[in-house]
């Protein structure tokens, strides 16, 4: 009887370890099958190539996951990261010194602010669902990025400003030690601050977040500004390791965006999700868009593989929730 | 040798087989038996071996304390929970293992939940059919499923017009609406979980002869309750369980209060409050002209440091309106609030919060509960400054002062780590009755504060109200249950249709002084007097 209880709880033990770790699970089985199948997936390059490769839509992902927790989304990080690239690009071109980087840097992330603020100001004053205010900004944060780089790439040649993207701390490439910070940070201000707990409280129950005291409104317009802060962040790092703002970069990067997020447990329904596991999340798209190339998996055959992993991460996620 | 055992065995078995049978055929007179039922919930025993019973035809009450598992138990008859493996369970004579509502339906068993959801932009005949709309070809029949729904309500005596949309009925008809849909399934037993929790008192006596009528039409009900005067009014036996354990059942007739309260508590227990008195000081809270077109006319009142202050009316006259108001959470158009003496300004709850104001609100999954978050994020909402270290919120202090408050109001729940919807009604309740008292308020506001509550916990929270009632604090109730309000109150402000009827002190508060009161503004709209006449003519009421 007593044996029965105890083997009843270990198991019940076990199944919410596996909730909660199932994707790092997920994601460390699936980096060993590659490293076997592959020779030199497990290099130190390869891990880094792979980083670098997360580190852009994965600081992305971590606003939308702000977004997401609140019962929102943001579908427009990817034009807003073309029209930062643009406008970080036409700053930096032909200047020298880290001053104009960093005005670079800031600028691309004050652009993505203001497209933020945008956003936010119509989703909590407005009371339009952000999934169309979003929608909305993604259509014009790329028309505007097209209308100032007349369509074309523009230069970002400025060498402190390409060694960003280029250069290395200690042997980790900057991209990544600027994800490991911003990770940091987020994870701090999601799970640490009071502002994070009313980004949860919004999300899990909009009318009692009201009553509780919390200003709806202002800690909306805050999740915005920070999504589109960090998607301008984005932009500029990938203006640095591609030599060149270009309108036409993050097409889609909005979606596997959203799909880190989901994939990493966060729920579409509000008032759940986290910074490290959306970083699984990330490092699961990373590992298998590199995995999938070096294997050379037919590009199409990707795109399916892809959507196939989102939806069966929604649907784990809405199993998870159902059980009783 | 191995096949001697073999065929003793199966002999054995056809034995038990045999046994069983007979037991069956003695007790054919019940429409369900439960035999030795469990269910486990992680880190929680929720059902422990339960045995239960259901006589044909009759009023089967079911009680006991909060999270002892009487809805679990309804939720696996009605096959949303799977039991745990040992147990079993006949319907009327037949092994009975629902997988999903519809089975349980088709069965010929019906429930109607603790929280009712219906689609409030279809009509009362829509729901009444949702998903299983009568059709004429590839078409919905309309017109039919009007006139079968009316004829319907029209037996069970429940006035009203079929295609009145759901968002324009009250919370009473719909309960009534969401029984009569139960008997339209050719229901054997129809179980009630909690039905009058959101009622007021004459809509209980309503529902009360609904549920006899019924019970005329030889259809079994099961019905919770934590309410010891409906268990005896309408119950014909009534079985308790205690803390997922099945104690006993018996006929209501042959059974007092005081022995099932035992049964439930384990322990004698008064079932009155008797509150002691406190001193009352100065005027606190003062309310002006409060005005809110459409809800609210005219609010004038005061409460005192120490006094507890209730507010009755029926459902409709704008209680809730006037506390909402008073918070901040809808706030009125014209008329002044003083604290202190001094004129504040409340736009917003933030406002009130300032001026420590708590707000138990009337509608727990509305504006109480965060369901996906945990116990300690639901209790420490309101203000997190006092968790935080250097900016950061500490979880270990929040944790801590979580855990001092679920041991204050013995809130049932394996951690406060534990998300909050998985908690049992009455423990949700508790946790959000926490919530505001770790705001350490002035004044509070109390809007249904015991809805879903059991008899041992309710005396808690009392002497919970009036502990702070005599640390000073102003307290505000809002309640339908008379006893509540006349045993707690120091003065009563009834209401009705939005306006403030008058005060009465608590010596001259009697049931019938407030029930004349309420009652003056309320006359039933046109198109219902209509019907109801329409009925006596045709003699159906
Ligand atoms: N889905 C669930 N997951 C985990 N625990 C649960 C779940 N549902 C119920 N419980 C636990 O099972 C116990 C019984 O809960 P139940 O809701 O059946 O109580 P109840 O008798 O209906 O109480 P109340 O009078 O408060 O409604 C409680 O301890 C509760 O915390
Ligand atoms: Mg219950």
């Known amino acids: 009887m007593i044996k029965e209880a105890s083997a009843n709880a270990r198991k019940t033990h076990y199944t919410e370890i596996l909730n909660k770790y199932g994707m790092l699970l997920i994601l460390i089985l699936l980096f060993s099958a590659l490293s076997l199948k592959i020779d030199g997936f497990a290099s130190f390059r390869n891990i880094f190539s792979i980083l670098e490769q997360v580190s852009m839509f994965g600081i992305i992902a971590i606003g939308v996951t702000f977004a997401i927790v609140t019962g929102g989304i943001d579908l427009s990080s990817g034009a807003v990261v073309a029209l930062a690239s643009v406008v970080g690009a036409s700053i930096v071109t032909g200047t020298e010194g880290y001053g104009m980087t960093i005005f670079a840097f800031g600028a691309a992330m004050f652009v993505g602010s203001i497209c933020g603020l945008i956003n936010g100001s119509i989703t909590a004053y407005g009371r339009i669902p952000p999934f169309i205010a979003t929608l909305g900004m993604m259509t014009m944060a790329r028309g505007v990025a097209q209308l100032v780089s007349n369509g074309r790439p523009i230069d970002a040649s400025s060498d402190a400003f390409t060694s960003i993207g280029d250069g290395s701390i200690f042997g980790v490439p900057g991209l990544v030690v600027i994800y490991v910070l911003v990770a940091i940070t987020c994870h701090i201000m999601m799970s640490r601050m009071s502002f994070g707990r009313h980004v949860f409280a919004i999300g899990g129950n909009v009318n009692t977040a009201k009553i509780c005291g919390v200003n709806v409104e202002i800690t909306l317009l805050k999740v915005y500004i920070l999504a589109g802060a960090l998607a301008g962040l984005a932009g500029a790092m990938l203006t640095s390791r591609a030599y060149a703002g270009n309108p036409t970069f993050g097409n889609m990067w909005e979606l596997d965006a959203i799909a880190a997020a989901v994939i990493g447990g966060t729920s579409l329904a509000g008032g759940v999700g986290s910074v490290p596991m959306c970083i699984v999340g990330a490092l699961i798209i990373g590992v298998m868009n590199k995995g999938l190339n070096m294997l050379g998996v037919d590009p199409y055959w990707q795109q399916i593989i892809k959507g196939m992993i989102i939806i069966g991460a929604v649907l784990l996620d809405a199993q998870k929730r159902k059980k009783a | ?541």
């Open chain 2, 1 to 541: 040798m191995k096949s001697k055992t073999n065929s003793i065995t199966l002999l054995f078995s056809n034995f038990t087989q045999l046994i069983k049978t007979i037991t069956l055929m003695t007790n054919s007179d019940c429409i369900l038996e439960m035999i030795n039922v469990s269910k486990t919930f992680p880190g929680v025993k929720a059902l422990d071996k339960v045995n239960l019973s259901i006589r044909k035809g009759s009023i089967h009450a079911l009680m006991g304390e909060n999270g002892a598992g009487k809805s679990t138990l309804m939720k696996i008859l009605y096959g949303l929970y799977t039991p745990d493996a040992g147990g079993e369970i006949f319907f009327d004579g037949k092994p009975f293992n629902p997988k999903a509502p519809i089975d349980a339906i088709h069965t010929g068993l019906a429930m109607v939940p603790q929280e009712i959801s219906p689609s409030a932009n279809l009509s009362v005949a829509a729901n009444f059919y949702l998903g299983r709309e009568i059709k004429k070809g590839i078409l919905m029949d309309q017109s039919a499923m009007n006139e079968k729904t009316n004829d319907i309500l029209k037996e069970l005596g429940i006035p009203m017009s079929v295609e009145t949309l759901m968002q324009n009925v009250s919370v009473a008809k719909a309960q009534l609406l969401a029984i009569a849909t139960a008997v339209s399934y050719d229901a054997k037993l129809i179980i009630m979980d909690e039905p009058t929790t959101a009622l007021t008192e004459s809509e209980v006596h309503q529902l009360y002869r609904i549920v006899k009528k019924v019970q005329e039409r030889g259809i079994a009900i099961i019905y919770i309750s934590h309410k010891l005067g409906e268990v005896f009014e309408l119950s014909d036996e009534v079985s308790v369980i205690r803390d997922g354990e099945y104690i006993g059942t018996k006929k209501t007739t042959d059974i007092t209060k005081e022995e099932l309260i035992n049964m439930m508590v384990g322990r004698d227990m008064d079932e009155m409050f008797q509150r002691e008195d406190v001193i009352i000081g100065e005027t606190l809270l003062e309310v002006r002209n409060l005005s809110l077109p459409g809800k609210f006319h005219d609010i004038n009142f005061s409460v005192r440091k120490g006094e507890i202050f209730g507010i009755a009316g029926l459902v409709g006259a704008g209680r809730s309106e006037v506390v909402e108001a008073l918070f901040g959470y809808k706030p009125a158009e014209s008329g002044e609030i003083h604290l202190h003496g001094k004129k504040i300004e409340i736009h917003k709850p933030c406002d009130a919060i300032k001026h420590r104001i708590g707000f138990v609100t009337e509608d727990r999954k509305l504006t109480g509960l965060m369901l996906n978050m945990s116990v300690t994020d639901n209790m420490i909402m309101p203000e997190l400054l006092p968790y935080e270290k250097h900016h950061l919120i500490s979880e270990e202090l929040a944790r801590d002062v979580a855990n001092s408050m679920k041991d204050q109001l013995r809130i049932k729940t394996p951690t406060v780590e534990t998300i909050i919807g998985n908690l049992s009604g009455g423990n949700q309740q508790k946790v959000l009755i926490a919530r505001w008292l770790l705001l350490e308020p002035e004044i509070l506001i109390l809007d249904e504060p015991t809805k879903g509550i059991d008899i041992g916990a309710k005396a808690e929270i009392y002497k919970l109200i009036v502990e702070l009632a005599r640390l000073g604090k102003a307290i505000i109730i809002v309640s339908s249950e008379m006893l509540e309000l006349l045993s707690l109150s120091d003065r009563i402000m009834v209401m009705a249709e939005g306006r403030e009827v008058g005060i009465v002190d608590r010596d001259n508060a009697t049931q019938e002084v407030i029930l004349e009161m309420a009652a003056g503004g309320d006359v039933p709209s046109q198109e219902e007097q209509e019907l109801e006449s329409e009925y006596q003519t045709q003699g159906v009421a």
